[in-house]
């Protein structure tokens, strides 16, 4: 099938997706060790990782992600073995105009955090909808151990969450996850430290900017970046 057969049967927005994934995998060189994301965006620059067949090594975010990488032939280590990176590639759920993000839809965010605190490079590839005024309406996804769910809930509901539900999913790591109502986040970097302070949580989906260095941008007019010039 012809690309432009196939792009027939798909619509701008994956089309869109596509070309912003395959874009930011531009970033990596030969040589490189890479920390691979999570998310339908991603997905397409880890896809035009394997076509291009560098000589890089990758650690992975999630067994979804692992398991792509590795069948496209790119070789895959766990963050130990690979002991850091030149850069990291994944996608977002919100960014606020700060470049904060909230991340956690895939329930991958504790994995995700742990390889994008491992690099001097986090770039963010996504669609143009998931930039907002502020993040909160997609809710903020939460790793929590089983031992005291409905403590964890309490608390959270004490830092101002409206209402706190859990996923019939679990995380990678075998533990409850957990979506918080806050509404518009005023504070996301406040909002993270509290989290991170609580007990039983074992990680929050919110993620600084102050981690970002940029953002692909997958819109129906071409793809764009926003760089983060605070850093």
């Given at each position: 099938m012809s690309t432009e057969q196939s792009n027939a049967d798909r619509s701008p927005q994956d089309i869109a997706k596509e070309a912003a994934g395959r874009h930011?995998?531009?970033?990596?060189?030969?040589?490189m060790r890479v920390g691979l994301g999570t998310g339908s965006t991603v997905h397409w620059t880890i896809v035009e990782l394997g076509e291009r067949a560098l000589d890089i090594v990758c650690t992975s975010t999630s067994v979804q992600t692992h398991?792509?990488?590795?069948?496209?032939?790119?070789?895959?280590?766990?963050?130990?073995?690979?002991?850091?990176?030149?850069?990291?590639?994944?996608?977002?759920?919100?960014?606020?105009?700060?470049?904060n993000?909230?991340?956690?839809?895939?329930?991958?965010?504790?994995?995700?955090k742990i390889v994008a605190?491992?690099?001097?490079?986090?770039?963010?590839?996504?669609?143009e909808s998931k930039l907002v005024p502020a993040l909160g309406p997609f809710g903020t996804p939460l790793e929590v151990l089983d031992f005291a769910p409905g403590v964890v809930m309490t608390d959270v509901e004490a830092l101002g969450a409206s209402a706190v539900t859990t996923r019939d999913r679990r995380s990678?790591?075998?533990?409850?996850?957990?979506?918080?109502?806050?509404?518009?986040?005023?504070?996301?970097?406040?909002?993270?430290?509290?989290?991170?302070?609580?007990?039983?949580?074992?990680?929050?989906?919110?993620?600084?900017?102050?981690?970002v260095e940029r953002i692909v941008i997958?819109?129906?007019?071409?793809?764009?970046?926003?760089?983060n010039d605070q850093r």
């Amino acid at each position: 099938m012809s690309t432009e057969q196939s792009n027939a049967d798909r619509s701008p927005q994956d089309i869109a997706k596509e070309a912003a994934g395959r874009h930011a995998a531009s970033y990596v060189t030969d040589g490189m060790r890479v920390g691979l994301g999570t998310g339908s965006t991603v997905h397409w620059t880890i896809v035009e990782l394997g076509e291009r067949a560098l000589d890089i090594v990758c650690t992975s975010t999630s067994v979804q992600t692992h398991e792509l990488a590795t069948s496209l032939g790119l070789k895959v280590i766990s963050p130990d073995e690979i002991g850091a990176l030149d850069i990291a590639i994944d996608g977002a759920d919100e960014i606020d105009p700060a470049f904060n993000l909230t991340k956690g839809g895939g329930a991958a965010h504790t994995r995700e955090k742990i390889v994008a605190s491992m690099s001097p490079r986090f770039i963010i590839v996504v669609d143009e909808s998931k930039l907002v005024p502020a993040l909160g309406p997609f809710g903020t996804p939460l790793e929590v151990l089983d031992f005291a769910p409905g403590v964890v809930m309490t608390d959270v509901e004490a830092l101002g969450a409206s209402a706190v539900t859990t996923r019939d999913r679990r995380s990678d790591n075998g533990n409850l996850i957990m979506d918080a109502q806050f509404g518009a986040i005023a504070d996301p970097v406040a909002l993270g430290f509290a989290l991170a302070n609580t007990p039983g949580i074992v990680e929050h989906g919110i993620f600084p900017g102050s981690m970002v260095e940029r953002i692909v941008i997958a819109g129906l007019d071409g793809v764009r970046e926003l760089v983060n010039d605070q850093r």
